[in-house]
Each structure stands twice: as structure tokens, then as C-alpha cells.
């Protein structure tokens, strides 16, 4: 069983920065694809970013293409969100998610993002 812990989360005005942090427990975290989700107020919980079990490989909406930035590092257990230039569009609760089998299964609780205009 795998347990996800976000942290990073906050206030931050647009055009600012925040670097989201997901540490993994409980796993073997290099057999697992990562990713970060986010829901706003009122919608579903859509996908952000992914990143394959070794980094080599990761992908974006194409929201957030070129602001954000997804890595990992597999020896200390953790998976990154970096956002830069962002905008009160990107206010959300971010997770971090893990698969098994090729499907999300691992949620983490999430971690609040507001961005002020």
C-alpha cells in the first residue's frame, strides 16, 4: 500500500511560483508512474502533469505546458510540481497520484493552491 503526502501548497499572487512536493511511503516507489491532479471549486479533478518511473518520460496539459514541471527523485521517495508564472486560473486542491497497472489507484489528501489576482 502506497502512502502520498503533498506539501507546498498556498497564497501565492499571479506570476509567482510554488514548488508542490508528494513523498511517497509504504512502496517501491521507482515501480510506480507518478502524476499531480488538480480539482477547482465546482469541477472534476483533471489531470496536470505525469512522469514515467524513471523521469525519462513526462507529460502536461497543454494548460500548463512550459509553466509547470514535473520530476522526481527516486532516492529520496518524491515526486515535484513546479509552477511558475501562475495564474488565479490554476487555484485548485493539487494531488498526487500513483499507478498500479497502469491506472492512478494511490491518491494523496492534497494540498491547496490559491492564486490572487
Known amino acids: 500500500q502506497v502512502q502520498l503526502v503533498e506539501s507546498g501548497g498556498g497564497l501565492v499572487q499571479a506570476g509567482g511560483s510554488l514548488r508542490l512536493s508528494c513523498a511517497a511511503s509504504?512502496?517501491?516507489?521507482?515501480?510506480?508512474?507518478m502524476g499531480w491532479f488538480r480539482q477547482a471549486p465546482g469541477k472534476e479533478r483533471a489531470f496536470v502533469a505525469g512522469?514515467?518511473?524513471?523521469?525519462?518520460?513526462?507529460s502536461y496539459v497543454n494548460s500548463v505546458k512550459g509553466r509547470f514541471t514535473i520530476s522526481r527523485d527516486n532516492a529520496k521517495n518524491t515526486v515535484y510540481l513546479q509552477m511558475n508564472s501562475l495564474k488565479p486560473e490554476d487555484t485548485a486542491v493539487y494531488y498526487c497520484?500513483?499507478?498500479?497497472?497502469?491506472?492512478?489507484?494511490?491518491w494523496g489528501q492534497g494540498t491547496q493552491v490559491t492564486v490572487s489576482s
Open positions: 497520484a500513483a499507478t498500479l497497472s497502469g491506472s492512478y489507484v494511490y
Open positions: 512522469i514515467n518511473w524513471s523521469g525519462s518520460s513526462t
Open positions: 509504504g512502496g517501491t516507489f521507482t515501480r510506480n508512474d
